[in-house]
């Protein structure tokens, strides 16, 4: 699994359905697993099958629909919202996605998608529904997403916008750090301090 996040350009995958909850990314049924691979398969389980049955795909879901790929998902307002469950985050980044796009975000699933390597990025109503006009005219469009320089861009009509991180965060996803290795990271100068300090 990819750790290091820099620019992403790529197709996407439409989701324009508001109030995407944690129950919905990925059902409590999945949740026994404590290991985080294997989620991807079982991502919006509940939307992509009929009764249950991975044999009667539900022709009309855009997971489902082979004209829809890439690595950034697109989703409609307050995406996330519900439980706090860890796995929603470990399911779309087990999918193969390394972005989510949405007007809002829920909290606790913004973290919890930081803390796993998949960049949440937030941009307005307006810009949110270019991009989605923009997929509905072709949906090989691309986006691209510079966590460098925090934008988002559609390519086929050089539109952007700037998006906000928490500096840390930003840190350690274009270096590939969860919290431990970033600690490492700084191994030498904590040594140093340690040596050079005075009571």
Aim: net charge negative; with cysteine; charged share 30%.
């Amino acid at each position: 699994m990819s750790k290091q996040i820099n620019i992403i350009r790529s197709t996407t995958v439409p989701l324009n359905m508001e109030n995407v909850d944690t129950d919905q990314i990925i059902p409590a049924r999945f949740l026994k697993a404590t290991s985080r691979d294997g989620f991807g398969k079982n991502l919006f389980r509940d939307w992509r099958y009929e009764n249950d049955d991975e044999s009667k795909p539900k022709k009309d879901f855009p997971l489902n629909n082979p004209i829809y790929k890439g690595k950034i998902l697109v989703a409609a307002k307050n995406f996330g919202c519900g439980s706090s469950r860890e796995h929603a985050a470990w399911a779309i980044k087990d999918a193969g996605f390394n972005v989510v796009v949405s007007s809002f975000f829920a909290d606790i699933f913004k973290n919890n998608s930081l803390n796993n390597f998949l960049l949440p990025v937030t941009v307005s109503d307006d810009f949110l529904q270019k991009i989605f006009t923009a997929i509905e005219k072709d949906p090989q469009a691309e986006l691209e997403v510079s966590l460098q320089d925090q934008y988002i861009k559609i390519i086929s009509t050089g539109e952007k916008e700037s998006f906000d991180i928490n500096n840390y965060k930003k840190t350690c996803l274009l270096n590939g750090y969860d919290d431990i290795d970033y600690l490492l990271s700084m191994k030498e100068e904590i040594n140093k301090f340690e040596t050079e300090k005075t009571f």
